[in-house]
């Protein structure tokens, strides 16, 4: 559970199933980017966003910083190809971090402040586990929006990803 290579494994597969998603929103009208639903973020924009603000949230504890969002669905992009890539580069500096991360310090045990205010203490490993989970978690109520469009959304299943990777 504390293996630095099977976190790593957990974020190239959220980088993964992110890039999924992305080419499929892409491919969508606007209307249907920005479109209001029952959904738990509302749509597709304030989910992407809201990936995004949750790992510089997370990455600002994990380094000892503090974040500068008072909101969940705060909007950084309205662009989708500046979210896009802004949440690349955020994945990138995500996997860097625990690249250099020694083994005992994916031990020690980080407090934090939540956005809406509730607080608590993790090791950083866990942190690190609910970047990814927290992606997915997500990323399911991404595809319930693609089928309210009505759009069949990318198969994002790991065993999807380790055959996306053995086919290349």
Do not use: C
Not at 32 to 47: A, C, F, G, T, Y
Not at 52 to 73: R, S, Y
Not at 80 to 105: G, H, S, W
Request: charged share 25%; net charge negative.
């Amino acid at each position: 559970m504390h293996d630095k290579e099977y976190l790593l494994s957990l974020l190239n597969y959220n980088v993964w199933a992110n890039e999924e998603f992305f080419r499929q929103i892409k491919e969508l009208p606007d209307s249907e980017v920005n479109k209001q639903r029952p959904s738990l973020m509302n749509n597709l924009l304030i989910s992407v966003n809201h990936l995004l603000v949750i790992d510089k949230v997370w990455m600002a504890h994990m380094k000892g910083e503090k974040h500068e969002f008072g909101a969940l669905q705060s909007i950084l992009h309205e662009d989708l190809d500046d979210l896009f890539a802004a949440k690349r580069q955020m994945d990138n500096e995500i996997n860097d971090y625990v690249t250099e991360l020694e083994p005992e310090q994916l031990e020690e045990i980080i407090d934090y402040v939540l956005i809406g205010g509730n607080s608590g203490s993790l090791p950083r490993y866990m942190i690190i586990t609910h970047l990814a989970v927290h992606g997915a978690f997500h990323r399911g109520f991404i595809g319930d929006m693609f089928g309210q469009i009505p759009v069949v959304p990318a198969g994002q299943d790991i065993p999807v990803w380790e055959r996306a990777l053995r086919v290349g």
